[in-house]
Structures are given as C-alpha cells and as structure tokens.
C-alpha cells in the first residue's frame, strides 16, 4: 500500500510541475507569435515598398508575403478554436493588422502600373512611410503594448507625414492616406490590448449551450461515450460477481469489451462478428492451455502472442492473438 501511495504522489507532483511549467510558458509567450507574425510581415511588406521607392523594375514576387499572412492566420484560426470558435479582442486586433497589410501589399503592386509616371514628390512620399513602417515593425517585435514612449512618436509620425506629404495622383493619395488611417487606429487597439469583453455570465452561458448542442444523440462523439459507458458499467459489472480465483485476471474484460468498442461505427459492423468469436476462441485456448505453461514461460508466451498479433493479416486470428495475450498477462 505504501508503495502506491509513493507511486500516486509522484504522479501528482509530475502532473504539478507540468501544470505550472505550462502556465508560466503561456504567460511570456502567449504574445509571441503574434508579435512575430505581425513584425514579419510588415518588414515584407516595407522591403517591399523600398523597391518601389528605389523604381526597381520588375514587380517582386509576393510569395513571401502571402506565406506570412497564411500563417498568420492558421495561428489566429488555432487560437480562436481553443475558445470554441470564439474570437477575442487580441484575435480580432490582429486580424484587422492581416486585412492592412494585404491592402498595402495591393497599393504597392498598383504603384508599380504607374511607376514611370513617379515624381520626386512621389519619392519622398513613400521613402518617408518607409521609415514610419520600419519603425512600427520594430515595435511590434518587442509588443506595442510595452513601449508607450515609442508608440506616441509613431503616432505622432504618421499625423504629421499624414499633413505634410502628397502624392502627384490625387486618386492614390486618398488611397494610402485612407489605408495609414486604418493602420494608426488598429495601432491603437494594438497598444490599448484590451481583454476579452465577454462577461461571467455571458461566459457561462455561451459554455452552456455549446455543452447542450454536444449532448445530442446526433453527434457521433456522443453516441460512442454513451455505448462505452453502458458496455464498461456491465463489464465491471460482471468482473465485480465473478470468482475469486478468475476476478483476480478480471481486468482482461473490460479492456476487450474497449477493443470491441473501439472502431468507428462502420468498422464495428464489419468486424463484429470477427471480434466475438475471436475472444471466445481466445477464452477458450487460454482456459485449456494456461494451466499446462510454466511461470518462466509465460514472458515468452505473451510476447509470442504479441508478435503473432502484429504479423498476422487476418483479423480473426489477430483477435484471437491478442485475447490470449491479454488473458496471460
């Protein structure tokens, strides 16, 4: 007994530092990959629009970009699906960051139609934004949120570049200029970081009506740990009435009833009959057999059964492998 209790708390003091080596990587990384995706793909999107200020010639391929925002969002998708598919003010922040740098990222390819109509006031248009941008994306490596100095000078960069620097096409001009609005003020929901403003009761009551649309006889998940649950409460069932000296090996029937269990749905009616008459040839060659296999044999045994239920192709000998495996052990 006292080694089980020795075994139960190394269990748990495992399972404790686990829980708080995880709680304190979430709490100095959960900020991370979004910071990185987000600085990533503005640097892009700048070495991108230095190009154009440089008038290189062909348009650079975009590849780069597209492989960043698509990243970008598989981490937004895999955040949102651990709330149950609901999006927090940090998701929709950022999301909004992805939905601007693709309307850059097509600016800049329009900019590169009209490239040989640019002017010197062109220029200094984008070589300015250029550094508004560099500035930015160095700041949001490090976390917007953490640096309230710098992000009040980038603020007030971009309503100064907004008021003193033009494009010669009028047209383009309001486009940018609509497009670096859009960009400050997501830059302040960025910094403001707010935190989720769903409240308790919201909360649980969105909790709940997720939880009553699973407990639906037709969800699949639901109808497989309903029959496991009525199957394992009849095999423990059984092993609890059973003989002493054959409740001692017991255990074997609530783990074959599982086996049974197990497949998909399509796959059980397959293999149904396979498995019941499996496990009861299987019974039936270990209760006539296993008096007659000395104890120095019984290793050797089992890892024959082992080995015959991986090699073989048939399903019926395999399950009759695998209960006697299961029985002797």
């Known amino acids: ?26 709490f100095f990384t959960k900020h991370k990959k979004y910071n990185d995706f987000s600085y990533r793909g503005l640097k892009l999107i700048n070495d991108k629009l230095l190009t154009l ?27 949102t699906l651990k709330r149950n598919n609901t999006m927090n003010n940090r998701n929709i922040n950022h999301f909004k960051f992805i939905l601007i740098l693709e309307e850059i990222n097509i600016l800049i390819e329009r900019e590169y139609e009209n490239l040989y109509k640019f002017t010197k006031k062109d220029s200094e248009y984008f070589i300015m934004l250029s550094k508004i941008l560099e ?52 830059l302040h929901s960025l910094f403001e970081n707010n ?27 639901f109808r497989f740990s309903l029959k496991m649950g009525i199957i394992m409460c009849i095999a423990f069932t059984v092993k609890y009435f059973l003989p002493d ?25 397959e293999t149904f009959t396979i498995n019941i008459l499996g496990n009861f040839i299987g019974v039936f060659i270990f209760a006539i057999f296993f008096k007659y296999i000395p104890n120095y044999a019984i290793i050797p045994t089992i890892t024959i059964c082992i080995v015959l239920t991986m090699a073989s192709k048939n399903q019926f000998f395999k399950k009759i492998y695998s209960t006697i495996s299961a029985l002797i052990s």
């Open 245 to 269: 000296q054959i409740a001692t090996r017991g255990y074997w029937l609530p783990i074959i009833s599982y086996m049974i269990l197990h497949p998909f749905y399509e796959e059980q009616k």
């Open 135 to 186: 500035r930015t994306s160095r700041i949001l490596k490090h976390g917007i949120y953490k640096h309230e100095a710098e992000y009040n000078i980038i603020i007030k960069m971009i309503n100064d570049f907004n008021s003193n620097y033009f494009l010669s096409n009028e047209r383009s001009y309001y486009e940018w200029l609509y497009v670096i609005i859009k960009l400050r003020n997501i």
């Open 53 to 79: 200020y440089n008038k290189a010639c062909p348009i650079n391929k975009s590849e780069d970009i597209i492989s960043v925002i698509n990243e970008y969002v598989s981490e937004i998708y895999m955040d």
């Open 1 to 26: 007994m006292s080694r089980i209790h020795i075994r139960i708390e190394a269990i748990l003091i495992g399972l404790l530092i686990s829980f708080i080596y995880l709680s304190i990587n979430n």
């Open 195 to 221: 935190k989720d403003d769903f409240e308790i009761t919201k909360l649980f009551n969105f909790k709940l009506m997720n939880l009553k649309k699973e407990l639906s006889i037709n969800k699949c998940h």
